[in-house]
Protein backbone atom coordinates (compact mmCIF):
# COMPACT_ATOMS: atom_id res chain seq x y z
CA UNK A 1 0.00 0.00 0.00
CA UNK A 2 1.61 3.51 -0.80
CA UNK A 3 0.11 7.23 -0.66
CA UNK A 4 -1.54 8.28 -2.93
CA UNK A 5 0.05 11.43 -4.97
CA UNK A 6 -1.61 14.46 -6.55
CA UNK A 7 -1.18 12.77 -10.30
CA UNK A 8 -3.18 10.01 -8.94
CA UNK A 9 -6.41 11.86 -8.26
CA UNK A 10 -8.29 10.50 -11.45
CA UNK A 11 -7.29 7.01 -11.21
CA UNK A 12 -8.44 6.91 -7.48
CA UNK A 13 -11.92 8.38 -8.55
CA UNK A 14 -12.10 5.84 -11.42
CA UNK A 15 -12.42 3.48 -8.38
CA UNK A 16 -15.70 4.92 -7.46
CA UNK A 17 -17.35 3.84 -11.24
CA UNK A 18 -20.45 1.95 -10.82
CA UNK A 19 -20.54 1.70 -6.97
CA UNK A 20 -23.24 2.25 -4.65
CA UNK A 21 -20.65 5.24 -2.81
CA UNK A 22 -20.80 7.24 -5.92
CA UNK A 23 -24.46 6.73 -6.28
CA UNK A 24 -24.97 8.23 -2.64
CA UNK A 25 -21.92 10.20 -1.85
CA UNK A 26 -19.67 11.07 -4.80
CA UNK A 27 -22.37 12.03 -7.85
CA UNK A 28 -21.06 15.38 -7.95
CA UNK A 29 -17.42 14.97 -9.84
CA UNK A 30 -16.44 19.07 -8.36
CA UNK A 31 -16.68 18.25 -4.57
CA UNK A 32 -15.38 14.48 -5.34
CA UNK A 33 -12.12 15.55 -6.93
CA UNK A 34 -11.89 18.60 -3.73
CA UNK A 35 -12.49 15.80 -1.44
CA UNK A 36 -10.10 13.10 -2.80
CA UNK A 37 -7.46 16.33 -3.41
CA UNK A 38 -7.95 17.10 0.34
CA UNK A 39 -7.44 13.37 1.37
CA UNK A 40 -4.27 12.84 -0.73
CA UNK A 41 -3.00 16.21 0.85
CA UNK A 42 -3.40 15.25 3.86
CA UNK A 43 -1.56 12.27 3.11
CA UNK A 44 -5.03 9.96 4.15
CA UNK A 45 -5.23 8.76 1.02
CA UNK A 46 -3.45 4.90 0.26
CA UNK A 47 -3.55 2.98 -3.14
CA UNK A 48 -3.01 -0.56 -3.86
CA UNK A 49 -1.78 -0.87 -7.52
CA UNK A 50 -1.19 -3.81 -10.03
CA UNK A 51 2.36 -4.56 -11.19
CA UNK A 52 1.79 -2.34 -13.81
CA UNK A 53 1.32 0.58 -11.12
CA UNK A 54 -2.25 1.29 -11.82
CA UNK A 55 -4.27 1.97 -9.51
CA UNK A 56 -6.55 -0.54 -8.35
CA UNK A 57 -8.29 0.47 -5.33
CA UNK A 58 -8.07 3.01 -2.61
CA UNK A 59 -8.89 3.97 0.78
CA UNK A 60 -9.04 6.94 3.47
CA UNK A 61 -7.64 6.33 6.62
CA UNK A 62 -7.65 8.93 9.67
CA UNK A 63 -5.48 7.47 12.51
CA UNK A 64 -7.18 8.83 15.39
CA UNK A 65 -10.53 9.93 13.28
CA UNK A 66 -13.03 8.00 15.57
CA UNK A 67 -13.73 9.59 19.14
CA UNK A 68 -10.18 11.38 18.73
CA UNK A 69 -8.52 8.13 19.49
CA UNK A 70 -9.36 4.97 17.27
CA UNK A 71 -8.73 4.06 13.47
CA UNK A 72 -11.52 5.00 11.46
CA UNK A 73 -11.66 3.68 7.56
CA UNK A 74 -13.63 6.88 5.80
CA UNK A 75 -14.01 5.38 2.38
CA UNK A 76 -12.43 2.25 0.47
CA UNK A 77 -12.99 1.70 -3.48
CA UNK A 78 -11.97 -1.16 -5.87
CA UNK A 79 -11.95 -0.17 -9.61
CA UNK A 80 -15.11 -1.97 -10.84
CA UNK A 81 -12.79 -4.36 -13.77
CA UNK A 82 -10.80 -5.87 -10.53
CA UNK A 83 -13.88 -6.12 -7.68
CA UNK A 84 -13.97 -9.65 -6.36
CA UNK A 85 -10.53 -10.66 -6.96
CA UNK A 86 -9.80 -9.69 -3.10
CA UNK A 87 -8.27 -6.30 -3.63
CA UNK A 88 -10.80 -4.73 -1.17
CA UNK A 89 -10.12 -7.81 1.66
CA UNK A 90 -6.45 -7.31 0.99
CA UNK A 91 -7.24 -3.64 1.95
CA UNK A 92 -8.77 -4.24 4.75
CA UNK A 93 -6.28 -6.09 6.21
CA UNK A 94 -3.60 -3.36 5.75
CA UNK A 95 -6.18 -0.85 8.02
CA UNK A 96 -6.70 -3.30 10.53
CA UNK A 97 -2.59 -4.11 10.93
CA UNK A 98 -1.84 -0.73 10.99
CA UNK A 99 -4.64 0.65 13.17
CA UNK A 100 -4.18 -2.36 15.71
CA UNK A 101 -0.92 -1.36 16.06
CA UNK A 102 -1.89 2.34 17.17
CA UNK A 103 -5.03 0.62 18.95
CA UNK A 104 -6.95 -2.00 20.59
CA UNK A 105 -9.94 -1.14 18.12
CA UNK A 106 -10.75 0.06 14.63
CA UNK A 107 -13.93 1.66 13.46
CA UNK A 108 -15.93 2.09 9.80
CA UNK A 109 -19.33 2.85 8.99
CA UNK A 110 -21.27 1.46 5.98
CA UNK A 111 -24.08 2.62 4.50
CA UNK A 112 -27.46 0.80 4.94
CA UNK A 113 -27.77 0.36 1.23
CA UNK A 114 -24.53 -0.97 0.66
CA UNK A 115 -24.90 -4.95 1.67
CA UNK A 116 -21.79 -5.67 -0.64
CA UNK A 117 -19.92 -3.91 1.85
CA UNK A 118 -21.49 -4.89 4.54
CA UNK A 119 -20.88 -8.83 4.14
CA UNK A 120 -17.72 -7.75 3.33
CA UNK A 121 -16.54 -6.68 6.92
CA UNK A 122 -18.97 -9.21 8.69
CA UNK A 123 -17.05 -11.91 7.20
CA UNK A 124 -14.28 -10.08 8.15
CA UNK A 125 -15.06 -9.75 12.25
CA UNK A 126 -16.80 -6.64 12.03
CA UNK A 127 -19.73 -5.64 14.15
CA UNK A 128 -22.80 -3.29 13.98
CA UNK A 129 -22.39 -1.15 16.79
CA UNK A 130 -25.33 1.71 15.95
CA UNK A 131 -27.03 3.10 13.20
CA UNK A 132 -26.67 6.36 12.36
CA UNK A 133 -29.18 8.04 10.38
CA UNK A 134 -28.50 10.34 8.02
CA UNK A 135 -24.98 11.10 9.03
CA UNK A 136 -23.21 12.14 5.54
CA UNK A 137 -26.74 12.72 3.37
CA UNK A 138 -30.28 12.68 4.31
CA UNK A 139 -32.06 9.21 3.84
CA UNK A 140 -29.09 7.44 3.82
CA UNK A 141 -28.20 5.50 7.40
CA UNK A 142 -24.70 4.87 8.30
CA UNK A 143 -24.11 1.67 10.49
CA UNK A 144 -21.20 2.22 12.79
CA UNK A 145 -19.18 -1.07 12.45
CA UNK A 146 -16.40 -1.54 15.12
CA UNK A 147 -13.27 -4.68 15.33
CA UNK A 148 -11.57 -5.06 18.65
CA UNK A 149 -8.03 -6.14 17.87
CA UNK A 150 -6.64 -9.41 18.89
CA UNK A 151 -6.34 -10.35 22.57
CA UNK A 152 -2.78 -9.08 23.73
Not at 45 to 51: F, G, S
Not at 55 to 76: C, E, H, N, Q, R
Not at 94 to 106: I, L
Request: one cysteine or more; glycine letters at 8%.
Amino acid sequence: MDKAITSEIGEIIDCLNDCALKDAYFSDDALTRAFIARAVANEELYVCKDASGTVTGFMIIDYAGMFSAFPYLKVIAVKPEVRRHGIGGMMLEYFEETGFARNTKVFLCAGDFNHDAIRLYEENGYVKTGLIPSLYREGFDEHLMMKAGPEV
